[in-house]
Every structure is written in structure tokens, then in C-alpha cells.
């Protein structure tokens, strides 16, 4: 019988069978011994123990189309970063090294921005600036007074998207409006610290019904919110890569490899002074930069003030 992993907790799968049920499964030792660990998101067989009481053993991963650490999800066609416009402000550097994962796994990026209720036109501009014209998909939306969400359900429909972004921003929020019986718990934002707290201990898929008919259906994953993210595989050679908007001014450098920090006469730093490119993606660049090479960055470059 095949089902997907809609959740793991402590070592116990629930799998949905489609048009059936949810069983809860433990997985064979044979993942141990292959050094494989079934994921939220998997399609998988199973063999059912007690049909009574919706137990059964997980047998076999079957090929997975894609598999992401952190998130750590499988088979997902796109992610959505969900972000706040204020309170709290976003933290732009946390914002790129997300970005920069997608990328390194070649997923499509949504770029949500929660609370347009209470944001001004000047701090959404400042956003779309910043991202938009560097090829990336932002939406500007208030789950509080659900603006903009027909616009994120028509890019979601018969995908599987990924729901991440740090705490205190809407997501437990959102996901209540996209699928209301997930009775998930939303988190109160401290104002002490101005930041939320984390409801989601654990990703899990949610089947969007409203958003689903005879020929797709549509999921979406609710993961753990996250202060920090560490980079892997980026060095300081390849870190202009993730970052697409310099490729059209880098023949104006002087320097061939040019890292587009001290050097002279570069194409890249002209093109920021110019207002070509956005000068918060620039200065979130040099931050990462110093990171990658060892040095101690200034963390308030990556922060909006």
C-alpha cells in the first residue's frame, strides 16, 4: 500500500493513504542499516499491522524527485519564505542565506511579506526594490485582513510548497487560512524581545483541500521557524553566484574575479552607487562575505533599521 509522510515524531511516521486514512508507522531496520531517514514528504509503501487501530510498518522510500537538510522535506516543487514588513522588521542577511539554499537546490522562491496592514507604501517599495527586480516572486500580504491571499493560492495550487521563515511573522497564521482544520496553535509575539515564539516543533504536510480537485492536489509544509541558518558548500569564490543581479555588470570590473568588495574600478559597486542594484542586498553580500572568509561581520548592515 503507498502513502506519504505527512509528519514524523520521535521515530513514528504518519503516512496518508490517499482516499483512506492516516497510519502510524515505525520504519523498518533496514533504513538504519542504509543509513536512510524516511522525511515529511516521502512517498512511500507500507505494510499495515492492525487495520483497527491504524498501524503499520514504513517498507520503502520510493524515488524521490528531491530532498532538502534544512528544511528537512522531500518532493517539494517550490518554497515560500514568509517574512513580516514590520514588527518585526525583516532581518535581510537571514532573508539571502535562505534564498541562497533554494537556489543550491534549484527550487523556485515565493517571497511573502506578512502585515501590509500596518506597513507603509515606502517600507513595502524598499522590499519590492530590493527583490523583485533581482528575479524573485513578491507578494505583499495582511493574513489579518487576508489581502493578497487568492494571489499566493493560485501560485500554490497543485504544488508542494514549503512554508518557512523565522517566528513572530504569521506563519502559524497563514497556515490556519489556507487549511482551517489544521488547529495549529498561534504564537503570541513578545514584545519584550519583538520577536515570536516558536509553535512549530516539527514539519508537516497539510493537504490544502480548497485548492485541490480530481486532477493535482495541493500540499503545503509548516516548518519550525529559525533565528540562523548556516550555509554549506558556499565559499567566497562562489558567492556571487547566488546572487544573479551582478552578472550584468561584472565585465565593467577592472580585475577579472572580481569579488566586488575592495577592489577598484568595479562594475558591481558602481551599479550600487547607481541605484542598479539595491544597496541592501549589496551590503547583506559583504556581511556573508566576511562570514565565509572568517572575519566578524557587521550584523547591523543585514538588519533593516
Do not use: W
Amino acid at each position: 500500500m503507498q502513502g506519504k509522510i505527512m509528519k514524523g515524531i520521535a521515530g513514528f511516521y504518519y503516512v496518508e493513504v490517499k482516499g483512506q486514512t492516516v497510519y502510524e508507522c515505525k520504519a523498518k531496520g533496514i533504513f538504519r542499516k542504509d543509513n536512510i531517514k524516511p522525511i515529511v514528504g516521502d512517498n512511500v509503501e507500507i505494510e499495515i499491522i492492525d487495520e483497527d487501530t491504524r498501524q503499520g510498518n514504513l517498507v520503502k522510500i520510493l524515488p524521490r524527485t528531491n530532498a532538502l537538510i534544512r528544511p528537512p522535506v522531500a518532493n517539494v516543487d517550490q518554497a515560500v519564505i514568509l517574512f513580516a514588513i514590520v514588527k518585526p522588521n525583516p532581518n535581510y542577511n537571514l532573508l539571502d542565506k535562505f534564498l541562497i539554499m533554494m537556489r543550491q537546490y534549484g527550487l523556485p522562491v515565493i517571497i511573502c511579506f506578512n502585515k501590509q496592514d500596518i506597513a507603509t507604501k515606502e517600507e513595502q517599495q524598499e522590499l519590492y526594490d530590493a527583490y523583485e527586480k533581482c528575479g524573485y516572486r513578491v507578494l505583499f500580504i495582511s493574513v489579518k485582513e487576508e489581502r493578497g491571499l487568492d494571489e499566493l493560492k493560485a501560485l500554490l495550487k497543485g504544488k508542494t510548497s514549503t512554508l518557512a521563515g523565522p517566528s513572530g511573522v504569521g506563519k502559524s497564521s497563514l497556515l490556519n487560512k489556507l487549511v482551517p482544520d489544521a488547529g495549529m496553535q498561534t504564537g503570541e509575539l513578545s514584545r519584550k524581545i519583538d520577536r515570536g515564539k516558536n509553535t512549530t516543533r516539527h514539519s508537516e504536510l497539510f493537504l490544502v483541500k480548497e485548492l485541490t480537485d480530481e486532477q493535482q492536489e495541493t500540499f503545503i509544509i509548516d516548518t519550525p521557524g529559525f533565528t540562523s541558518l548556516e550555509l554549506r558548500d558556499v565559499t567566497t569564490d562562489s558567492l556571487m553566484g547566488y546572487y544573479p543581479e551582478f552578472e550584468k555588470y561584472e565585465p565593467e570590473c577592472r580585475f577579472g574575479g572580481c569579488s566586488h568588495i575592495a577592489e577598484p574600478d568595479c562594475g558591481v559597486k558602481k551599479a550600487v552607487e547607481a541605484g542598479e542594484v539595491s544597496k541592501v542586498r549589496y551590503d547583506n553580500y559583504k556581511v556573508i562575505y566576511s562570514e565565509l572568509k572568517g572575519m566578524r561581520p557587521d550584523y547591523s548592515k543585514g538588519k533593516k533599521r
